[in-house]
């Protein structure tokens, strides 16, 4: 069927085409796992008794980190390194408590991957909140806004290098702010 002049039919719209050049000259150093060492690291994984989290919590376990994981069901066996948090995460209340409660101070990273996959109907919280939405954005919101700013203040500071990765390591005392030492 033909669309005339007087169809109510909306023109298409031409696909945009993005005419950028790719600079091959910035590159990001990325270590590879045998040049991680996580060695007394302590690594919170929220998220990480399934999927990805789960894999996170494993790989930074065999590199040498303390890692809590944090979810509702652990499928892994509580070992010296490896301890877990049992927390419903679709609760608001569960996720304030979390942010409130867990030992921020000494962690070095703090890994989210929690996130469920959509209902084919709309699930409801207690709270009265979407499941999904729960569970994959706002207890991430409500347990950073605890977490963060204590995140890491338990921890010995001087910002310098880590030779395994560009990112930074904390050592040593703090330095005021504006003081040269």
């Keep these: 069927m033909n669309a005339g002049p007087n169809s109510s039919a909306a023109p298409k719209k031409p696909?945009?085409?993005?005419?950028?050049?790719?600079?091959?000259?910035?590159?990001?150093?990325?270590?590879?796992?045998?040049?991680?060492?996580?060695?007394?690291?302590?690594?919170?994984?929220?998220?990480?008794?399934?999927?990805?989290?789960?894999?996170?919590?494993?790989?930074?376990?065999?590199?040498?980190?303390?890692?809590?994981?944090?979810?509702?069901?652990?499928?892994?066996?509580?070992?010296?390194?490896?301890?877990?948090?049992?927390a419903d995460l679709s609760s608001m209340h569960e996720a304030v408590r979390l942010g409130r409660e867990l030992p921020a101070e000494t962690y070095d990273v703090a890994f989210f991957s929690l996130g469920i996959m959509a209902a084919k109907t709309r699930e409801v919280t207690a709270e009265g909140i979407e499941r999904d939405m729960a569970v994959s954005y706002l207890s991430r919101l409500a347990i950073l806004q605890g977490l963060s700013p204590r995140l890491g203040t338990g921890r010995p500071w001087t910002a310098r290098p880590s030779p395994a990765c560009s990112s930074w390591e904390h050592r040593g005392p703090a330095t005021p702010a504006g003081s040269r030492t």
């Design 15 to 86: 696909k945009a085409r993005l005419n950028g050049t790719v600079d091959r000259t910035t590159t990001i150093g990325v270590p590879s796992l045998e040049q991680l060492d996580l060695t007394s690291k302590r690594v919170l994984v929220v998220g990480g008794t399934g999927g990805l989290g789960r894999a996170v919590a494993q790989q930074a376990l065999a590199l040498g980190a303390e890692v809590t994981v944090v979810g509702r069901t652990f499928r892994d066996h509580a070992t010296d390194r490896l301890t877990f948090v049992q």
